[in-house]
């Protein structure tokens, strides 16, 4: 799974955290990040995994609201084909 690379940002060490743990989160498992993640980060982080990709990936993040914010601390990464995701059994459980 390739990531592009976004310009200088102040995410840019959770870009890196987002990385691998969605690497880590193959096959629908649930995987938890060492520490938790502002919601903005976690969506640039999706949208640097997911842009121009062939497939379809799904990646549900898991979290409490904080103030303003949500700090996710888990997350699901399904990777589909190319149109579509099929949502697998133990991802649809926990939804």
Partial sequence: ???RERSSSCYDDVLSR???VILR???GRLTRF???VNRNA?????GACADNMPEEHLIIGYGVRHGSTT???ILHH???GARS???PDNVGFYI
């Fill in 1 to 3: 799974m390739v990531f």
């Fill in 18 to 20: 987002m990385r691998k």
């Fill in 25 to 27: 989160a193959h096959h």
């Fill in 34 to 36: 060492r520490s938790d």
């Fill in 42 to 46: 976690f969506l640039l982080g999706c």
């Fill in 71 to 73: 700090k996710v601390e």
């Fill in 78 to 80: 399904v990777i589909g």
């Fill in 85 to 87: 995701v099929r949502l």
